[in-house]
Nanobody, 119 residues
């Protein structure tokens, strides 16, 4: 099917920036939409941003609008999340996920990458 591998997490001070990347491989032609989610300890997984595999509208959760940017590199088949002005409360494991034309659900997930924002 589709394989996803995240990279780019790490430790950053509040106000700093990180860029996450999600490498896609396999049957990428079945992907309809890609999303970045995050899950903080003790909290539910949250959709942070998403975009269509081809042209279309991006989505951002209100709390990251103006600070995060999701983008797709067609040459590399990666989906990146540029995160600026990070806040300590955004410490979480960040996951990329694929929504496929088969199910129209986010049913393919990467293993996640840890983002820690220190105050």
């Amino acid at each position: 099917q589709v394989q996803l591998v995240e990279s780019g997490g790490g430790l950053v001070q509040a106000g700093g920036s990180l860029r996450l990347s999600c490498a896609t491989s396999g049957r990428t032609f079945i992907i309809s939409r890609m999303g970045w989610f995050r899950q903080a300890p003790g909290k539910e997984r949250e959709l942070v941003a998403s975009l269509p595999w081809t042209d279309g509208m991006t989505y951002y959760v209100d709390s990251v609008k103006g600070r995060f940017t999701i983008s797709k590199d067609n040459a590399k088949n990666t989906v990146d999340l540029q995160m600026n002005s990070l806040k300590p409360e955004e410490t979480a494991v960040y996951y990329c996920a694929a929504q496929t034309i088969l199910t129209q659900k986010y049913d393919t997930w990467g293993r996640g990458t840890q983002v820690t924002v220190s105050s």
